[in-house]
């Protein structure tokens, strides 16, 4: 594999040939939204709307998450026009998000907070009007929760437990605003195929799905 | 979401699934023609038949139910006595046959596609019934029901509850 560099933000980076701009952008301090990207997976989701960047010499922003980086290529990661984009999605997000940090087993280590904070946008966001799923709480798997109405449809737990697991536990279900991440029969109880392996979990950028041990006492669920 | 079957019921369906799977042969493709063939057998996909299906096609189940609960054309409880068909076609839309769905929703306590504890109602949304004139129009059964509003969806469930009263009373009469 052959070294090339480009500039991101004025500032020159080497990275391998046919790396991917997103991760090279955040292994050298860059930080750039994103909610869908995994770095095994060969085909990116390009789901979250996040990733934008602007491009030297390109007509539109694209989605770092999708482009192979090239010699000499010239990177922004917050111009005005990115960060409108990315604010936009951000807010969608929010919109159907059950915003309840204070007893959310992820508070200060979800991706939504990080995002809020780069983007200058409140968590709280009343751009959008506000869809909450208003989904009970499963509890009955005995390694994690999950809270469908903190879930962002990011995709990372369906792809890495049907194609890198070959399992197939999690998947969408349903359509439009009400689509969901689920499982058979929409009960974690019948997971009858769940090895356990913990990627979802791990995987989950938010607080929608979590081991039981990171739980907090969420009093105000629904509330 | 699916109703789980009881035992008797189960090992009936999985008979007729088992017959209904030797048209098809075990490939992916045909999982959408094998859930069409499974909703015209038994009226609805019951959780059973979504599973002998996984099996068949060696696809997680929870894969098919994805797939499955993607398609408005599937539903997953038996139909309702009276199927309640709300229309949300362009012309219905547009007079209003969101706030009929709203009242059919509140005065049933089901969702769309949900059928009610007795079994005497499910609520469906549809497209254009073919008679915008009449817009807001509603379908309970096959009696088409045009120009709707919240108060009619009363009449209707009213209408329904006396013909049950009189069907039970000769029922008991015969008796
Ligand atoms: S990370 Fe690129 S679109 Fe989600
Ligand atoms: S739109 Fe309802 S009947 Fe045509």
């Given at each position: 594999?052959?070294?090339?560099?480009?500039?991101?933000?004025?500032?020159?980076?080497?990275?391998?040939?046919?790396?991917?701009?997103?991760?090279?952008?955040?292994?050298?301090?860059?930080?750039?939204?994103?909610?869908?990207?995994?770095?095994?997976?060969?085909?990116?989701?390009?789901?979250?709307?996040?990733?934008?960047?602007?491009?030297?010499?390109?007509?539109?922003?694209?989605?770092?998450?999708?482009?192979?980086?090239?010699?000499?290529?010239?990177?922004?990661?917050?111009?005005a026009t990115v960060q409108k984009l990315q604010r936009a999605a951000f807010e969608l997000i929010l919109s159907t998000h059950h915003v309840n940090?204070?007893?959310?087993?992820?508070?200060?280590?979800?991706?939504?907070?990080?995002?809020?904070?780069?983007?200058?946008?409140?968590?709280r966001s009343k751009r959008f009007r506000l869809i909450p799923k208003n989904l009970p709480l499963d509890e009955s798997h005995p390694l994690f929760t999950y809270d469908p109405d903190k879930c962002v449809l990011c995709g990372r737990c369906v792809w890495l437990c049907r194609e890198q697991q070959k399992v197939g536990t999690l998947n969408f279900a349903y359509r439009g605003f009400e689509m969901l991440v689920t499982t058979f029969?929409?009960?974690?109880?019948?997971v009858a195929n769940c090895t356990q392996c913990r990627k979802c979990v791990d995987a989950c950028p938010v607080g929608a799905l979590l081991f039981k041990e990171e739980q907090l006492i969420r009093e105000e669920h629904n509330a | 979401m699916t109703e789980?079957?009881?035992?008797?019921?189960?090992?009936?369906?999985?008979?007729?699934?088992h017959k209904l799977l030797q048209d098809f042969s075990?490939?992916?493709?045909?999982?959408?023609?094998?859930?069409?063939?499974?909703?015209?057998?038994?009226?609805?996909?019951?959780?059973?038949?979504?599973?002998?299906t996984a099996a068949f096609l060696k696809i997680s189940p929870g894969e098919?139910?994805?797939?499955?609960?993607?398609?408005?054309?599937?539903?997953?409880?038996?139909?309702?006595?009276?199927?309640?068909?709300?229309?949300?076609?362009?012309?219905?839309?547009?007079?209003?046959?969101?706030?009929?769905?709203?009242?059919w929703k509140r005065r049933l306590q089901i969702k769309e596609g949900g059928v009610t504890e007795d079994h005497e109602f499910g609520l469906e949304r549809v497209g254009c019934v073919g008679c915008c004139?009449?817009?807001?129009?509603?379908?309970?059964?096959?009696?088409?029901?045009?120009?709707?509003?919240?108060?009619?969806?009363?009449?209707?469930?009213?209408?329904?509850?006396?013909?049950?009263?009189?069907?039970?009373?000769?029922?008991?009469?015969?008796?």
């Amino acid at each position: 594999m052959k070294a090339i560099s480009l500039i991101i933000d004025n500032q020159k980076v080497s990275a391998q040939e046919g790396d991917i701009l997103l991760w090279v952008a955040l292994k050298n301090g860059f930080y750039i939204p994103n909610v869908c990207a995994l770095k095994e997976r060969a085909v990116p989701f390009a789901g979250c709307r996040l990733c934008f960047v602007e491009i030297e010499g390109y007509p539109e922003p694209v989605t770092a998450c999708t482009e192979t980086i090239r010699e000499g290529m010239v990177v922004k990661t917050k111009t005005a026009t990115v960060q409108k984009l990315q604010r936009a999605a951000f807010e969608l997000i929010l919109s159907t998000h059950h915003v309840n940090c204070g007893h959310c087993g992820k508070n200060k280590k979800c991706e939504l907070q990080k995002i809020a904070l780069h983007l200058k946008v409140r968590l709280r966001s009343k751009r959008f009007r506000l869809i909450p799923k208003n989904l009970p709480l499963d509890e009955s798997h005995p390694l994690f929760t999950y809270d469908p109405d903190k879930c962002v449809l990011c995709g990372r737990c369906v792809w890495l437990c049907r194609e890198q697991q070959k399992v197939g536990t999690l998947n969408f279900a349903y359509r439009g605003f009400e689509m969901l991440v689920t499982t058979f029969g929409d009960s974690l109880a019948g997971v009858a195929n769940c090895t356990q392996c913990r990627k979802c979990v791990d995987a989950c950028p938010v607080g929608a799905l979590l081991f039981k041990e990171e739980q907090l006492i969420r009093e105000e669920h629904n509330a | 979401m699916t109703e789980p079957t009881n035992t008797i019921e189960e090992e009936k369906i999985q008979k007729e699934i088992h017959k209904l799977l030797q048209d098809f042969s075990s490939t992916r493709e045909n999982l959408i023609p094998i859930l069409q063939a499974i909703q015209t057998t038994f009226g609805f996909i019951p959780q059973e038949a979504l599973r002998e299906t996984a099996a068949f096609l060696k696809i997680s189940p929870g894969e098919i139910f994805g797939v499955a609960t993607f398609y408005n054309q599937f539903r997953f409880t038996p139909p309702g006595k009276h199927q309640v068909k709300v229309c949300l076609g362009t012309a219905c839309h547009i007079r209003g046959g969101d706030i009929i769905m709203e009242e059919w929703k509140r005065r049933l306590q089901i969702k769309e596609g949900g059928v009610t504890e007795d079994h005497e109602f499910g609520l469906e949304r549809v497209g254009c019934v073919g008679c915008c004139v009449l817009a807001p129009v509603v379908q309970v059964g096959d009696i088409v029901h045009g120009k709707m509003s919240p108060s009619v969806v009363n009449g209707i469930l009213l209408q329904c509850e006396l013909a049950k009263r009189e069907e039970d009373k000769t029922h008991n009469e015969t008796e």
